[in-house]
């Protein structure tokens, strides 16, 4: 059986930063990465909100994907096997001697269920009938549970702007940035969705779109594109599950 390719859309914008620092990789079949035998087609598709530089997220783009499959909890056991890329992948960017770090949220699709992991403050929107499905909860200093986790380590949570830790970083988890152990964490948290083929789309973004654009305007906007393009839409209609699956470093 030939693997569905699904539908994708890619969008970077470095708006008045002098430098892109994000990253993207769309993967639509990870048996391109193993030798391992996969029972079912597995796509993985990231997006990795880089900062202090970009070389935390362009490393991901070269080894999360391969990490994800790799895992010896992959394919049976998606979460774990997520747990343990990320942690493969972070030990590995620390051994580089880089300070930089990254925000991450991937998507991990079969033919059967969506499982997104994330680690920062990217998130991601699943669009089912028109309704939004926010399936992220983003990790910020100011959540009551991280600012008592990274309390209890000893760190400390304060305000300039915005909330950060030590006085410095925005997010509260992240690969990466080793001069902040063990207050940001490397642990990503991880939402299954089994499909039952009311998906519409899902995008996947950091918090440079998600700060102007909420879970609810996404989808019409998305939504609306589809109608005013019919004959693309036909097309994504057409993939294995409907999917239209769209990431971007914003």
């Known amino acids: 059986m030939a693997t569905p390719v699904l539908a994708i859309s890619n969008k970077a914008v470095k708006n008045k930063r002098r430098k892109m620092e994000d990253r993207t990789v769309l993967v639509h079949d990870l048996r391109g990465v193993t030798d391992k035998k996969l029972p079912d087609h597995y796509g993985f598709y990231g997006v990795f909100d880089g ?8 490393y991901c783009t070269q080894h999360m994907a391969r990490n994800l499959a790799e895992s010896p909890q992959f394919p049976d056991k998606p979460h774990l096997a997520f747990i343990d890329a990320f942690s493969t992948t972070d030990k590995g960017f620390n051994a580089t001697g880089s300070n930089a770090g990254a925000a991450v949220v991937a998507a991990l699709i079969s033919s059967t269920h969506l499982h997104v992991a994330w680690i920062g403050d990217c998130q991601a929107v699943l669009s089912r009938a028109g309704l939004p499905v ?30 950060r830790v030590n006085g410095v970083l925005s997010v509260s988890r992240a690969l990466g940035d080793e001069n902040f152990r063990p207050f940001v964490s490397d642990r990503p948290d991880v939402t299954t969705v089994e499909l039952d083929g009311t998906e519409d ?33 036909g097309e994504r209609r057409g993939e294995k599950e409907g999917w239209m699956g769209e990431g971007g470093g914003c």
Do not use: W
Request: with cysteine.
């Open 201 to 233: 789309f899902l995008l996947l973004a950091c918090d440079g779109f998600f700060d102007v654009i909420d879970a609810e305007q996404t989808v019409r906007m998305v939504m609306n594109d589809m109608e005013e393009n019919p004959s693309t839409n």
């Open 134 to 163: 926010r399936v992220v909860n983003p990790h910020k200093p100011e959540r009551p549970d991280e600012k008592a986790r990274i309390e209890q380590l000893g760190g400390f949570v304060n305000f300039y702007g915005s909330y």
């Open 51 to 58: 900062h202090i530089g970009y070389d935390a997220a362009a």
